[in-house]
């Protein structure tokens, strides 16, 4: 499996952002669902927010939308996840996860799913 690269967490206030990139370490992502999803301390693993770099759908969860974006950069390729109005709600551990050859109709979660290590955000209010 590809191995995935985040960066981009922190520590912010409420209201302030961040801006996450994920990225592979080799070959691009073609044809490929990426997702971002989070993981707080004592709760389980939701999904925020996917995109299907082949035809450029989104989905975000409810609890996202209207201040996460995710795109892509196909030059840079890269996955960004642009987070605005962040809330102390918000603050998890997040990880990307990438599936090849699949459309993002779900998140993905099987065993072709790879993930990366985690990024830290912490919004204080």
């Known amino acids: 499996q590809v191995r995935l690269e985040e960066s981009g967490g922190g520590s912010v206030q409420t209201g302030g952002s961040l801006r996450l990139s994920c990225a592979p370490s080799?070959?691009?992502?073609?044809?490929?669902?990426v997702a971002w999803f989070r993981q707080a301390p004592g709760k389980e693993r939701e999904g925020v927010a996917r995109i299907w770099t082949l035809g450029g759908n989104t989905y975000y969860a409810d609890s996202v939308k209207g201040r996460f974006t995710i795109s892509q950069a196909r030059a840079a390729n890269t996955i960004y996840l642009q987070m605005n109005n962040l809330k102390p709600e918000d603050t998890a551990m997040y990880y990307c996860?990438?599936?090849?050859?699949?459309?993002?109709?779900?998140?993905?979660?099987?065993?072709?799913?790879?993930w990366g290590q985690g990024t830290q955000v912490t919004v204080s209010s």
């Open positions: 996860a990438a599936r090849p050859r699949w459309s993002c109709w779900e998140w993905p979660t099987d065993g072709e799913t790879a």
């Open positions: 080799e070959n691009a992502f073609v044809n490929t669902c």
